[in-house]
């Protein structure tokens, strides 16, 4: 069974840092690029960042550019969003996806990640 599992969220202050973990299984994880999405109340759902397969290519929203960084460890099956000087609006619920994974996408459940003071 293909799965997504993210985990890590909370509440932080502004300023803060979370890391936030997707571990997957039922599928062979290094094949696929692995991306991560939030969704705020009222907002459409958006790109955060993804990351290739095996290299280190990545791309990262210009609004969290220099503050965000995806990676993954395919030993693990995890990849992983670290979030530094975290701010309001990065309040989201963050979501980890995959493409077509045997012909479907596939989205974990969501961890939620609130920025207040």
């Known amino acids: 069974q293909v799965q997504l599992v993210e985990s890590g969220g909370g509440l932080v202050q502004p300023g803060g840092s979370l890391r936030l973990s997707c571990v997957a299984s039922g599928f062979t994880f290094s094949a696929y690029v692995i991306s991560w999405y939030r969704q705020a109340p009222e907002k459409e759902r958006e790109l955060v960042a993804s990351i290739t397969s095996y290299g280190p290519n990545t791309i990262h929203a210009d609004s969290v550019k220099g503050r965000f960084t995806i990676s993954r460890d395919n030993a693990k099956k995890t990849v992983y969003l670290q979030m530094n000087s975290l701010k309001p609006e990065d309040t989201a619920v963050y979501y980890c996806?995959?493409?077509?994974?045997?012909?479907?996408?596939?989205w974990g459940q969501g961890t939620q990640v609130t920025v207040s003071s």
């Open positions: 996806y995959a493409p077509r994974i045997n012909g479907r996408d596939r």
